[in-house]
């Protein structure tokens, strides 16, 4: 049985730090490609960013590239979100999720569908 479980968030100041991570078992880690989503109250899910399963490339939406990056330990597997120079626009519920094998981040990488397992997330809290 697939489980993804975020952990990391919290209570920040605007212009903090803050490191999410992600932990996957029950599957192959290195044979999936990982993403973070969030969504705020009253918004839509939005993509943040997405690590393809061979390690070669990261994609970062608009609104926090420069900010915000992601990399992978593949003995712990687990994903990782490092959050620098925070907003009160980054406020929102963080999640993890993870595609079937194989399948790579590509141009539709920010949309749901892609994606096979979720995890519950982990509440970031920016405040001003």
């Known amino acids: 049985q697939v489980q993804v479980v975020e952990s990391g968030g919290g209570l920040v100041q605007a212009g903090g730090s803050l490191r999410l991570s992600c932990t996957a078992s029950?599957?192959?880690?290195?044979?999936?490609?990982m993403a973070w989503f969030r969504q705020a109250p009253g918004k839509e899910r939005e993509g943040v960013s997405c690590?393809?399963?061979?390690?070669?490339?990261?994609y970062y939406a608009d609104s926090v590239k420069g900010r915000f990056s992601t990399s992978r330990d593949t003995p712990k597997n687990t994903l990782y979100l490092q959050m620098n120079s925070l907003k009160p626009e980054d406020t929102a519920m963080y999640y993890c999720?993870?595609?079937?094998?194989?399948?790579?981040?590509?141009?539709?990488?920010?949309?749901?569908?892609?994606?096979?397992?979720w995890g519950q997330g982990t509440q970031v809290t920016v405040s001003s």
């Open positions: 690590f393809s399963w061979s390690g070669g490339s990261a």
């Open positions: 029950g599957l192959t880690f290195v044979r999936h490609t």
């Open positions: 999720a993870a595609t079937t094998p194989y399948v790579s981040c590509s141009g539709s990488w920010s949309r749901g569908g892609l994606y096979e397992y």
